[in-house]
Nanobody, 123 residues
Framework: QVQLVESGGGLVQAGGSLRLSCAASGGTFRRYALGWFRRAPGTEREFVAA????????SYTDSVRGRFTISRDGAQNTVYLQMNSLKPEDTAVYYC????????????????WGQGTQVTVSS
């Protein structure tokens, strides 16, 4: 059973940076597609970024492309989301997710989810 635990959220001013981490356990982590999603107050959860398997290609939603970078450290079973040039509209609870299927992650239906970490960007 895969378990995902996010960390690194917090309060930051607009224009600042944060790095989220997601530690995974309980699976053959290097064979999973990994993603980050977020849910802002009053909205549905949305896809942010993913690193796919096999191949390791990445995908981003348009609103974060060029500002956010997803990466993974297979040896440490950790996936990161480096967030730069943060905007107030990036405020949300950020969730890590994983699935053996890259398609499932890209569709927003991954099997495994973390509990989320709050990111708040002040103007």
């Amino acid at each position: 059973q895969v378990q995902l635990v996010e960390s690194g959220g917090g309060l930051v001013q607009a224009g600042g940076s944060l790095r989220l981490s997601c530690a995974a356990s309980g699976g053959t982590f290097r064979r999973y597609a990994l993603g980050w999603f977020r849910r802002a107050p009053g909205t549905e959860r949305e896809f942010v970024a993913a690193t796919l398997w096999p191949g390791g290609s990445t995908s981003y939603t348009d609103s974060v492309r060029g500002r956010f970078t997803i990466s993974r450290d297979g040896a440490q079973n950790t996936v990161y989301l480096q967030m730069n040039s943060l905007k107030p509209e990036d405020t949300a609870v950020y969730y890590c997710a994983a699935d053996e299927s890259s398609s499932a992650v890209l569709r927003g239906t991954p099997r495994y989810w973390g509990q989320g970490t709050q990111v708040t960007v002040s103007s």
